[in-house]
């Protein structure tokens, strides 16, 4: 099976930028998490979604970011219009909630984006 | 709100031999799910191993074993016949078990990183 894709893997845009990171979880999986990891502030959550609807979105930044799910094989995360403090490397995650207590989430290799 | 300490920035262990790396939690749930992580170069963030709070039997994985002590609030990852390959930063992850509230999210330690010497 496919694990959690995303793209691109790399990402360099200037300032002020419109930027839309890509996401596909693995199929049959009915949550799905945006982190994003820093040196700083280590890895975060950004928001997450169940069956395609947000749950919890208090992890966003800022109004500048903004997510979507449109179908259960797809997700987007964008920044507009984005800053050089944007930069980390994004992760997707999914997972199942179907089996009972461990629901573990597999997460996609990434997206670095970097903002000059 | 949860917390995640691992207390150990850095690890180095020499080949073949044995190494645990440190994690403890803050919680007043009793329900929850504890996870090591491992992201190695590629940053690809991999489960090494799980545990729920309610099995009082440690969780095994071929070379990851995890001693859980829930009264001390403790998840601590050993690693035995280590391999250049185990080379990586660690993370781990604390999940609240009450998913009738919808807390699916984990929250992460800072990770400790893991050498290993020829």
């Known amino acids: 099976d496919a694990g959690v894709i995303q793209s691109p893997r790399h990402e360099v845009t200037e300032m002020g930028q419109e930027v839309t990171l890509r996401c596909k979880p693995i199929?049959?999986?009915?949550?799905l998490f945006w982190y994003r990891q820093t040196m700083m502030r280590g890895l975060e959550l950004l928001i997450y979604?169940?069956?395609?609807?947000?749950?919890?979105d208090s992890g966003m930044p800022e109004d500048r970011f903004s997510a979507k799910m449109p179908n259960a094989s797809f997700s987007t995360l964008k920044i507009q219009p984005s800053e050089p403090r944007d930069s980390a490397v994004y992760f997707c995650?999914?997972?199942?909630?179907?089996?009972?207590?461990?629901?573990?989430?597999?997460f996609g290799p990434g997206t670095r984006l970097t903002v000059l | 709100a949860q917390t995640v300490t691992q207390s150990q920035p850095e690890m180095s262990v020499q080949e073949a031999e044995t190494v645990t790396l440190s994690c403890t939690y803050d919680?007043?749930?009793?329900?929850?799910?504890l996870f090591w992580y491992k992201q190695p170069p590629s940053r690809q963030m991999i489960l090494v191993i799980r545990?729920?709070?309610?099995?009082?039997q440690n969780a095994t994985e071929n070379r990851f074993s995890v001693n859980f002590q829930k009264a001390a609030k403790s998840f601590s990852l050993k690693i035995s016949d280590s391999q250049l390959g185990d080379a990586a930063m660690y993370f781990c992850?604390?999940?609240?078990?009450?998913?009738?509230?919808?807390?699916?999210?984990?929250?992460f330690g800072k990770g400790t990183k893991l050498s290993v010497i020829p």
């Open positions: 199929s049959g999986h009915d949550y």
């Open positions: 545990q729920e709070a309610y099995k009082q």
């Open positions: 992850a604390y999940r609240s078990g009450d998913t009738l509230a919808g807390s699916y999210q984990l929250t």
């Open positions: 995650a999914s997972s199942f909630s179907g089996l009972a207590g461990t629901d573990t989430q597999y």
């Open positions: 979604f169940n069956n395609n609807v947000p749950i919890d």
């Open positions: 919680t007043s749930e009793s329900d929850y799910y």
